[in-house]
Structures are given as C-alpha cells and as structure tokens.
T-cell receptor, first 115, second 113 residues
Framework: NAGVMQNPRHLVRRRGQEARLRCSPM?????VYWYRQLPEEGLKFMVY????????ESGMPKERFSAEFPKEGPSILRIQQVVRGDSAAYFC?????????????FGSGTRLTVV | AQTVTQSQPEMSVQEAETVTLSCTYD???????LFWYKQPPSRQMILVIR??????QNATENRFSVNFQKAAKSFSLKISDSQLGDTAMYFC??????????FGTGTSLTVIP
C-alpha cells in the first residue's frame, strides 16, 4: 500500500511561469490537505479538499493559487505566474476521515524553486 | 487563535543519552489533539507520537514519551537512548479537529556519536 505520492520532488520555474504540483493520496483516503513550508518555518495550512470539493481554502493566497481534487486522478496545486516568494516546500497529506484525531499521512513534498 | 511555540531552534545530544524538546501552545478549546512529527533530511514528515487532551496519561511509543501539562499548555517530547537515526527536525503540532493542523517552527536535533 503506497503512501502519499507527490511529484515532482523538485521543480524549478522561472518567474512568471506556472507550477503544477501533484498529489496522490493513500489508498482509501478521500481527504487531501496542502501545506507550505517556507525556509526556517513550520508547515502552514493552505487548503483542504475532498473529492471534487474544496472544503476549506482559508490558508490559500487569494491570487495565483488554486487547487483541485477531481473524481479521477491526483490532487493538483497550481501556482500561476510564480514569484521568488513562492519558493518553498509544498506538502500534501491525506486522511481517511475529516476529523484529524489520528494525524495525517504526509507525502515527501515538492520543493519549488523560482529563479 | 491557535498558536504553537517551540523555543529551542537547535539541540544536540550524545548517542544513548536522553533529550527533551519543548513545546507550548495556546488555545481556548477544551478538546484537542497534540502531535510530534519528525522530519529527517529526506523531508518526509513522520508521525512520532500523539496525545489526546482529554487523557491525563502521557503517551508513550517505545523510546519516545511526552510530558503533557494541560493547565500549563505544555507538551514536551522526551527521547530516551538517543540514536543516530533520531537526527532530524522535530515539529510539535496541534489540532482541535477542525480542518487543519497548527505547527511550531521546529527544533533541529543532532545526535552526536
């Protein structure tokens, strides 16, 4: 049973390009969460999705960022027109229930570098 | 607002010794859960231990144990018989079963051979 799979592991984009980060949750998990880790900081919540629905996007920047979790396929975090400040590690996590009593299973993250 | 504070950016411990990592949090909730996650250089976030706020008994997982002081809002992690593989960033995290976790800024632990 594979864990949470994220790809790519490293992504380099020039300023103004688009970044697409993919996350396949653990088998049987229908709740997906995206977090961002800036250098020297802890993880910060961005968005929580269930299949085809955004449940909570309170941590998502209002512009340039979007997320989806289609009925088929992985969850996608999309960053349009990237800027240097978007450079960070982006983590996806999944859970089998919406209540987080047992914690998440995390992927290994995607490190985005904007040059 | 929920906040998690880890006041020790870096710590080191001799192999086989014991080390304690500190964490405090702030919440007005009464029902919540606390976690310690380990992040080795591979970047993978690994759950180390969890504690339910309504349980007075401190959680234990092999060499890892916590000292949960609810009134003081303190949740420290004790690692006994430290091993080289324990070298990692350690993050304290809190959730009140809402939609997210709140993480501290982490403590970088180095185990010295």
């Amino acid at each position: 049973n594979a864990g949470v799979m994220q790809n790519p592991r490293h992504l380099v984009r020039r300023r103004g390009q688009e970044a697409r980060l993919r996350c396949s949750p653990m088998k049987g998990h229908s709740h997906v969460y995206w977090y961002r880790q800036l250098p020297e900081e802890g993880l910060k919540f961005m968005v929580y999705l269930q299949k085809e629905n955004i449940i909570d996007e309170s941590g998502m920047p209002k512009e340039r960022f979007s997320a989806e979790f289609p009925k088929e396929g992985p969850s996608i975090l999309r960053i349009q027109q990237v800027v240097r400040g978007d450079s960070a590690a982006y983590f996806c996590a999944s859970s089998f229930e919406p209540r987080l009593r047992y914690g998440y299973t995390f992927g290994s993250g995607t490190r985005l570098t904007v040059v | 607002a929920q906040t998690v504070t880890q006041s020790q950016p870096e710590m080191s411990v001799q192999e086989a010794e014991t080390v304690t990592l500190s964490c405090t949090y702030d919440t007005s909730e009464n029902n919540y859960y606390l976690f310690w996650y380990k992040q080795p250089p591979s970047r993978q976030m690994i759950l180390v231990i969890r504690q339910e706020a309504y349980k007075q008994q401190n959680a234990t997982e092999n060499r890892f144990s916590v000292n949960f002081q609810k009134a003081a809002k303190s949740f420290s992690l004790k690692i006994s018989d430290s091993q080289l593989g324990d070298t990692a960033m350690y993050f304290c995290a809190f959730t009140n079963t809402g939609n997210q976790f709140y993480f501290g800024t982490g403590t970088s632990l180095t185990v010295i051979p």
